[in-house]
């Protein structure tokens, strides 16, 4: 079964830092995009940051300077490192990719279960 294994959400002080990983595990003819949404409480869900196979990312504007997106292909899993944290960064983060499960299927999106970051004194 195809999955989007998650870690690293918590609680931190404003300011500080969290890395997040996203690893996929299962059976998969290959990975293409990669990257994290989140969704505070009352708000849609936003994407933070993405990133290709080539390694090109992109960023929501109040992330930029603050956050890295990077990816291990080998070990198809995705980071999110996320410096000088703040209240509004509070929310659950969610991973995805763009796979295709086989090699004569089409491309699909897999999410992982959320992890919850909390930003508070």
């Known amino acids: 079964q195809r999955q989007l294994v998650e870690s690293g959400g918590g609680l931190v002080q404003p300011g500080g830092s969290l890395r997040l990983s996203c690893a996929a595990s299962?059976?998969?003819?290959?990975?293409?995009?990669m990257g994290w949404y989140r969704q505070a409480p009352g708000k849609q869900r936003e994407l933070v940051a993405d990133i290709t196979t080539g390694n090109k990312s992109r960023y929501v504007d109040s992330v930029k300077g603050r956050f890295t997106i990077s990816r291990d292909n080998a070990k198809n899993t995705v980071y999110l490192q996320m410096n000088s944290l703040k209240p509004e960064d509070m929310g659950v983060y969610y991973c995805?990719?763009?796979?295709?499960?086989?090699?004569?299927?089409?491309?699909?999106?897999?999410w992982g279960q959320g992890t919850q970051v909390t930003v508070s004194s």
């Open positions: 299962g059976s998969f003819f290959s990975i293409d995009a």
């Open positions: 995805y990719t763009i796979l295709k499960p086989n090699w004569s299927s089409g491309w699909a999106t897999v």
